[in-house]
C-alpha cells in the first residue's frame, strides 16, 4: 500500500485554473502508473487521466484533453494534474490511484486496474 494522499482541491470560477497534486507516503512511486479519476454527487467515478511507470506516457479522457496536463516527478515522489480553462462539469472529488507496480508504457484507464487509492481533494468550479 502506497498510502495515497492527494491535495490542491479548491473552489475556482469557470474559466479557471488549479494544479492538483498526488503523493505517496509509505513508498516510491515509480514502478507504478497513476490515474485520476473524478466523481461527481449522484454520479460513477470516471477516468480523467493517467501517466504510465516507464517513460511518463500520458492518456486523457475525451472532456479534459487540451485543457489538464498530467505529469511526475519521480525524484518527488509526486504526481500532477495541471487543469486549465475549468468547466462546472469539472466539479467533483478528484482521488489519485496507483497501478502497479510493474514497467509499462500505457497506463490504463480502468478503475478495476488501480489498487491503491487516496482519500481524494474536492474541486468546485462554480461561479
Known amino acids: 500500500q502506497l498510502q495515497l494522499v492527494e491535495s490542491g482541491g479548491d473552489l475556482v470560477y469557470p474559466g479557471g485554473s488549479l494544479t492538483l497534486t498526488c503523493t505517496a507516503s509509505a513508498g516510491p512511486m515509480d514502478y507504478y502508473s497513476v490515474g485520476w479519476f473524478r466523481q461527481a454527487p449522484g454520479k460513477e467515478r470516471e477516468w480523467v487521466s493517467c501517466i504510465s511507470s516507464f517513460d511518463s506516457v500520458p492518456r486523457y479522457a475525451d472532456s479534459v484533453q487540451d485543457r489538464f496536463t498530467i505529469a511526475r516527478d519521480n525524484s518527488k515522489n509526486l504526481v500532477f494534474l495541471e487543469m486549465n480553462s475549468l468547466k462546472p462539469e469539472d466539479s467533483g472529488v478528484y482521488y489519485c490511484?496507483?497501478?502497479?507496480?510493474?514497467?509499462?508504457?500505457?497506463?490504463?484507464?480502468?478503475?478495476?486496474?488501480?489498487?491503491?487509492w487516496g482519500q481524494g481533494t474536492q474541486v468546485t468550479v462554480s461561479s
Open positions: 490511484a496507483a497501478d502497479g507496480p510493474k514497467w509499462v508504457t500505457m497506463c490504463l484507464p480502468a478503475i478495476d486496474e488501480y489498487d491503491d
